[in-house]
């Protein structure tokens, strides 16, 4: 059993080691060509104006989700914070922001999109005998 | 290039080799005992995990009887990636569960969920 | 009782016992909580059928306790809590509400009075309603509004004191009418009906609970402390006094306190989302009496 601790760190180092070849090979290349375009068409651009896209992109997205009738109060919460930090000049807070709203904004679009069908599920189902009953339209 | 997949599979199963005698000393959880505490606090957290609300802890007042007491859990969950996955969004595992997507809603961040998962695996 | 500080010392050949009851609690409550029907039925159940089987839900949830027992919310199956609220009622903070929502209610508007839409101010019994003519469904509050434009006068805020001082007065003086609401039989009322429904088993907010995930699947178990209450006994008792507002208010107030507390935006009171959800939760609250107002935590 003595063993075992030192065959563990040796194990350790050699998979380190190897470590860089595994993550390389997992990388998938084409998204880092992504990357790397994305970085160069966003440096030319001002903080400013990166913001105010991330800011709008939050909206459209937050809208949607109030048009669905599932708005979530945090995603209004960041978007108020977006909005403040923009004013106060403070970009890096904007985007981040906005960034965080826009993906809550987009989780409540998705719950919004399950709804249209799991609702049934979770309401108790009637007696079998109701399949006399009259077929009953839905509001959409 | 015949050799990648090869190469991929070593360094997976010495990986594993290397951690597996290290996860047999210390069944329980390997996380730092302040890691642990920060993990307990999110937790406890009304506005965090909020697992009280459903699940008696030890050590937590006036917990819910809505999900299972989280005791044993190291035992429960032999492999943690299915408790992080479950507190990810328990709705995979079972669609009629009221348990909160944290991870999926984003209602814990990734540290925090990892935080969540050492303290509760200390359980 | 079953304590955790008491289990957390225990060799392992017990630990694996506690880890299988663990595991079989888990698949109990993992289990479909609503079965599916055996036979293929309507992909949309009838009002009449709803009712049924929400009455049936309670009914196998809580042996003993009458459906019509739920009009005191957790009171009726929570014992302990329960003593303690009678106790209250023997100076009921909502007097005062009642009292400022007569005077209101004898105070003339413009030429006419509210006499003169409520009669004698029982009459909540009849709202909700579907109104075929506008095709929407009439809440008392909106009848409230409704009655002071007749007379030429400014519509109350639904956010404001006057309204709910008013509607605790005619909650008042109905005591004890049973929930009777028509059952939709018109295409626009039953989409109205279907809406509410739709409202209330869909799951919303960062939460992703639904108002039944708590008040249908859960009823009875405890949140923290609370016991949850069945959605039956949801609309009898409003306008409520609830110790933690200090005051009385809405039941669309409530409605958008429940939402806010799961993370989803709430809706305006009195908007057409929350009118429908009123229609169809009292709908499938017919045969319960009315018990407006009374004090809540």
């Known amino acids: 059993m003595n063993i075992l601790p030192k065959l563990s760190i040796a194990l350790i180092l050699m998979s380190s080691l190897l470590l860089p070849a595994c993550s390389e090979q997992g990388a998938d290349r084409s998204s880092e060509v992504d990357k790397r375009s994305d970085t160069d068409k966003n440096s030319n651009k001002e903080p400013a104006t990166l913001a105010e896209n991330a800011l709008a992109q939050a909206w459209d997205n937050y809208n949607a989700s109030e048009q669905a009738g599932f708005a979530w109060v945090n995603a209004k919460v960041a978007l108020n914070t977006a909005t403040w930090a923009l004013s106060e000049g403070d970009f890096e807070t904007a985007i981040a922001e906005a960034n965080q709203a826009n993906s809550l904004a987009e989780s409540s679009l998705a719950q919004a999109a399950a709804a249209q069908n799991d609702w049934r599920k979770h309401f108790p189902k009637a007696p079998a005998k109701a399949s006399s009953a009259p077929n009953v339209p839905e509001a959409n | 290039m015949k050799s990648r997949p090869n190469l991929l599979i070593t360094c997976v199963a010495l990986m594993a080799a290397a951690i597996t005698p290290v996860l047999g000393d210390t069944p329980k959880s390997v996380a730092a005992p302040s890691d642990l505490e920060r993990g307990k606090a999110i937790a406890f957290n009304r506005n965090k995990g909020n697992c009280l609300a459903c699940h008696a802890i030890d050590g937590g007042e006036l917990p819910g009887n809505s999900g299972p007491p989280l005791l044993q859990m190291a035992l429960r969950f032999p492999d943690r990636a299915v408790l992080r996955a479950q507190i990810w969004d328990a709705t995979v595992r079972n669609p009629n569960t009221v348990m909160p997507p944290y991870g999926k809603h984003k209602i814990l961040n990734n540290d925090e969920l990892d935080l969540v998962v050492d303290y509760l695996l200390s359980l | 009782m079953f304590t955790l500080s008491a289990l957390s010392n225990l060799s392992r050949p017990v630990s694996i016992i506690g880890g299988i009851i663990v595991f079989s609690y888990v698949a109990i409550i993992s289990a479909p909580v609503f079965a599916e029907p055996t036979t293929p039925g309507p992909i949309v159940a009838s009002p009449s059928a709803d009712r049924q089987a929400i009455r049936a839900h309670y009914e196998r949830r809580f042996p003993g306790i009458p459906v019509e027992a739920h009009k005191d919310g957790a009171y009726a199956i929570d014992k302990k809590a329960g003593e303690q609220w009678l106790e209250l009622e023997d100076f009921p903070p909502y007097e005062i509400a009642v009292d400022e929502g007569e005077d209101l209610f004898n105070t003339p508007i413009g030429d006419g009075t509210y006499s003169d839409c409520f009669g004698d101010g029982a009459v909540k019994g009849q709202y909700p309603y579907f109104d075929e003519d506008r095709s929407e469904v009439v809440t008392l509050e909106l009848a409230i509004n409704d009655c002071r434009s007749k007379f030429g006068q400014p519509t ?114 009195q908007s057409p989302e929350y009118r429908n959800l009123e229609y169809f939760l009292t709908y499938i609250s017919n045969g319960l009496p009315l018990n407006g107002p009374a004090i809540r935590k």
Do not use: M
């Open chain 3, 156 to 269: 109350l805020d639904y956010k404001g004191a006057e309204i709910v001082r008013l509607s605790a007065y005619i909650a008042f003086v109905s005591r004890d009418q049973i929930i009777n609401v028509a059952e939709p039989s018109s295409q626009a009322a039953l989409l109205a009906y279907n809406d509410g429904k739709r409202f209330y088993s869909s799951r919303r907010g960062q939460l992703n609970f639904a108002c039944s995930s708590c008040h249908v699947q859960l009823a009875g178990n405890r949140l923290r402390a609370e016991k949850l209450s069945a959605s039956v006994g949801h609309v009898t008792h409003f306008p409520v006094y609830r110790l933690k507002w200090q005051d009385v208010g809405s039941l669309h107030r409530r409605f958008a306190r429940c939402n806010q507390q799961v993370g989803a935006e709430p809706f305006a009171r």
